[in-house]
């Protein structure tokens, strides 16, 4: 698949619409690719020719950026092959322009072992088109008892470590972990929700879920274990990033640590920013998530927090689900949705509703996760790796779940109309996708 | 029935899923036929050949003793083949999912069948893979049309009316389906409806239901025409959502003492089967105010009405 080998030809794209989420330049201009990095940048010189015998893509226009860093996606392997592997999964983060994916660690075993980490980063080489970056985990098989091994699992290749999912209930394993984790400067990334408080609860609590007749789950559940980690980051110091807010009062709560100083970023789903709880309509299990969709006034709070730079990353929260676990009573559905192939075109919605301009949006799905995981990636910058998407923003079309590449087809985006979408994706410079068409 | 009979009120939906969805008109027209199916059941001659060679199969995932055998009985009296199916929850998890199942009923080409099942949208979701009709016999604690139905033609007969009338519904609504059904129902036909019980067993968005909620028996009950009890499920009653059978009874159970807050004539109902001492008084239950026996009755009424409603929408009907 990816050839270690590097570029022996340098790549020209002309014409393009350069957009540098890192920072904020937006122009018409030219992009030089040699060795797998970018060589040189042609701002304002869309004409720039390249080096004689140069392969040239010409972008008629159409906007180039950084390849998209999804900080979140569940990946079937190991142990779960039959919803997702590493290479459907980056073959589905290739269509949807994500050259960046960190994997969770709730596989079958658990990524809680320096030698499961070098499993996966070898498997990824010989089979993802993509750049696979696992997240360990935090407590030892995710049980939120004993931390893991921080500085080996960094050594080995882990870029952050979370328990997926699963919230730490325990304050006192929690504030050890983030003591400890300050002193290799490791990254920690929490699902925040009190298990307690959820219970039963499969959708968001209040008048629509009663009117379903299904437990709800209340926003405290996730402010809660917030405020709890906010406090804990207060007395530790160390880096702490919650994975997905999904709610008012959680924004709330960031902005204000973030005005105290605190050393803490947040994360949204594709999903809470661009579908609400209405969206379940009939019992649809597709849109049974965790967090669950909340309100439309929760919707709009997070849209306007990922606005005005509050919210840091936008995640696909990519979770594949086969039809067994979703063809289900709602309550008895498995949690997730796919969401690597659909996290661009479905954030240009908000971009085309006018909340939020491309490059901020680009910004929160490239530049900041790449900064927040140490990664070059996600800028154009001369230096920075060839991780490219070419886009047409405006290009509409109606999402089939069947021509999916993920493996699992469990899209809450199914028969959506969706504006805007990959044409191609570049990983150091070599094509892994290609959706233009053949003229 | 033959062409030749007046033309009825027509009921213009393929399954009984919920209340929701239903016009006060469709509401009013199963009704009326129930009124009818009322006297059927009162005479000797209680057989009626309305689904003579149709097929109907009760699915029933939860143990139920009276709406199972209320839809053994309506079914049986308008002629058609009924079959009972229980399926208990270790078959299903010996891996056979609902989908499976409906598929497999449905390739025996029943006309209709009625399924309850422990989980919201189950039968939402049952419906979408059969080709007949469907009836929702309780769907977890989502709805239950045919109890929602029955109360309502018990009401009527008794008040003459339902628009204007004050209903009381008490107890656990949280896990109701017969409170949500019944909520939806009376206030589509113009009652005035309350939910009273403790909060920790009334819904998040209640009162965005557009009803009014009390927390105190008393003033829940004040003035009220028909006081609706439901059943606590026995798990709940131990500290998990109230402390104890004992301090329920106390604020919550109905009896003389609590419905004399009510106006004289109210009447009192109850789903069944009845907890007696928790959240009703028997001297209550069986007394001259309660309907709580003639609803059964309005069952198999309401029942009749439903499968020849739905029938007739069938192919051939």
């Known amino acids: ?40 940048i042609g701002w304002d010189e869309p004409g720039r020719a390249g080096p004689a015998g140069a392969e040239v893509v010409d972008c008629g226009g159409r906007v180039l950026a950084p390849g998209l860093v999804d900080m979140r996606a569940f990946v079937g392997e190991p142990g779960a092959e039959h919803r997702e592997t590493l290479k459907t999964a980056s073959e589905a983060a290739a269509a949807g322009g994500v050259t960046t994916v960190v994997c969770m660690p709730d596989t079958d075993p658990v ?38 091994e921080f500085g080996l699992l960094m050594e080995a290749g882990a870029v952050a470590f979370t328990d997926g999912a699963r919230s730490v209930t325990n304050a006192q394993v929690m504030r050890r972990a983030l003591t400890y984790a300050r002193d290799f400067g490791a990254l920690i990334l929490h699902h925040t929700e009190d298990p307690d408080l959820v219970g039963s609860g499969v959708m968001n609590e209040g008048e629509l879920a009663s009117r379903l007749g299904l437990p709800g789950v209340p926003r405290e559940a996730e402010i809660i274990m917030l405020e709890r980690d906010l406090r804990l980051v207060q007395l530790t110091g160390a880096r702490y990033h919650a994975a997905m807010v999904s709610c008012a009062t959680s ?83 498995a949690d997730g949705a796919v969401g690597l192939e659909t996290m661009l075109s479905a954030g240009l919605r908000l971009v085309h509703a006018g909340h939020i301009g491309l490059a901020r949006l680009l910004a929160a799905m490239a530049s900041q996760p790449a900064a927040l995981l140490g990664l070059p990636a996600g800028r154009l910058a001369a230096g920075a790796p060839a991780d490219l998407i070419l886009i047409d923003p405006d290009e509409p079309y109606v999402l089939d779940k069947a021509a999916l590449h993920s493996r699992s087809k469990n899209s809450p985006f199914d028969e959506a109309r969706l504006e805007g979408r990959v044409l191609q994706t570049f990983v150091a410079g070599r094509k892994v996708h290609d959706a233009s068409p053949a003229s | 029935m033959t062409a030749t009979t007046a033309p009825r009120p027509s009921f213009p939906h393929r399954h009984l899923l919920g209340i929701e969805g239903l016009s006060p008109l469709d509401i009013t027209a199963l009704l009326d036929m129930a009124d009818e199916a009322v006297e059927v059941s009162r005479q000797v001659e209680k057989k009626r050949t309305t689904l003579r060679g149709r097929t109907q199969i009760n699915l029933f995932f939860e143990p139920s003793t009276r709406t199972q055998s209320s839809f053994e009985l309506a079914g049986k009296r308008l002629g058609a083949d009924v079959m009972n199916m229980s399926v208990s929850s270790s078959s299903v998890k010996k891996g056979e ?60 007969r008794n008040k003459g009316r339902i628009e204007g009338l004050i209903v009381a519904i008490c107890g656990d609504v949280l896990h109701s389906r017969v409170a949500r059904s019944n909520i939806i129902l009376l206030q589509a036909l113009g009652a005035r409806v309350r939910c009273v ?118 192919p051939n009907g």
Do not use: W
């Not at chain 2, 059978?245 to 069944?272: I, T």
């Open chain 2, 197 to 314: 019980g403790p909060s920790t067993l009334l819904p998040s968005g209640l009162e965005r239901f557009g009803v009014e909620v009390f927390t105190d028996m008393r003033k829940g009950l004040a003035d009220a025409d028909i006081v609706m009890m439901l059943r606590l499920q026995r798990e709940r009653m131990n500290g998990s959502f109230v402390p104890s059978v004992k301090e329920y009874f106390r604020f919550f159970g109905l009896d003389r003492e609590k419905l004399a807050y009510a106006k004289p004539d109210a009447l009192v109902m109850h789903p069944g089967p009845m907890n007696r001492g928790v959240e009703i008084d028997s001297e209550v239950a069986d007394g001259a105010q309660s309907l709580i026996r003639e609803q059964v009755e309005m069952g198999v009424a309401v029942r009749m009405a439903t499968l020849e409603a739905l029938a007739r929408n069938l």
């Open chain 1, 251 to 333: 924004i709330a709560l960031i902005e204000r640590a973030k005005a105290e100083g605190l050393p803490v970023t947040c994360g949204v789903s594709i999903n809470n920013l661009t579908l609400n709880e209405s969206d379940i309509g009939d019992y649809r299990t597709f849109l049974k998530l965790s967090p669950p969709l909340r309100s439309e006034e929760d919707r709009l709070a997070v849209v306007d927090a990922l606005a005005r730079g509050v919210i840091d990353v936008v995640v696909s929260d990519h979770n594949p689900q086969d039809v067994e676990t979703k063809r289900l009573p709602f309550a008895e559905a």
């Open chain 2, 97 to 156: 999912t609902l989908i499976d199942t409906a598929a497999t009923l449905n390739a025996m080409r029943p006309d209709i069948i009625v399924v309850r099942h422990h989980a919201a949208g189950a039968v939402h979701l049952l419906a979408r893979k059969v080709d007949c009709a469907v009836i929702n016999a309780g769907d977890g604690a989502h709805e239950h049309p045919t109890q929602a139905l029955l109360d309502a033609l018990t009401i009527r």
């Open chain 1, 1 to 40: 698949m990816k050839t270690p080998t590097t570029q022996a030809r340098a790549l020209v794209f002309t014409n393009a619409r350069l957009v540098d989420p890192a920072s904020g330049r937006e122009a018409a201009g030219a992009l030089l690719v040699e060795d797998g990095v970018i060589a040189d």
């Open chain 1, 111 to 148: 990524v809680d072992e320096p030698s499961i980490v070098d499993f996966l980063l070898r498997r990824a080489r010989d089979t993802a088109v993509v750049n696979i970056h696992p997240a360990a985990a935090l407590t030892k098989g995710l049980e939120g008892r004993e931390m893991t």
